[in-house]
């Protein structure tokens, strides 16, 4: 069975950082669209960051700007670099990947279309 690790979660400041990393298998890193999502309590599970094959990004809005998806090939890793954290940012984040490296392409693809996803990692930003 395939299974998705993540970890970095913790709690900071508002304005501060985190960066949040995914371990992947070995063969999903060069033709898998991996992503972040995030859920906060009462609220439906939302993407948050993507990346294809080639490595190409793609960003919620509410993130743009603050939050860099990338993935490393030396450790099969992605990861999500977190800055300038908001409040509004707490939240459980999950990794998820799918085979296909080019399907997410510019888009946000809902959670539910990721066959692989992990148990997620807890984000809480402080006021």
């Known amino acids: 069975e395939v299974s998705l690790a993540e970890s970095g979660g913790d709690t900071v400041q508002a304005g501060g950082s985190l960066r949040l990393s995914c371990e992947v298998p070995?063969?999903?890193?060069?033709?898998?669209?991996m992503a972040w999502f995030r859920q906060a309590p009462g609220k439906e599970r939302e993407g948050v960051a993507a990346?294809?094959?080639?490595?190409?990004?793609t960003y919620a809005d509410s993130v743009k700007g603050r939050f860099t998806i990338s993935k490393d090939s030396a450790t099969n890793t992605l990861y999500l670099q977190m800055n300038s954290l908001k409040p509004e940012d707490t939240a459980i984040y999950y990794c998820?990947?799918?085979?296909?490296?080019?399907?997410?392409?510019?888009?946000?693809?809902?959670?539910?279309?990721?066959?692989?996803r992990g148990q997620g990692t807890q984000v809480t930003v402080a006021a």
């Open positions: 998820a990947a799918e085979y296909g490296g080019s399907w997410c392409r510019g888009a946000l693809p809902a959670s539910d279309q990721y066959q692989y």
């Open positions: 070995d063969n999903m890193y060069s033709a898998y669209c």
């Open positions: 990346i294809d094959s080639d490595g190409a990004p």
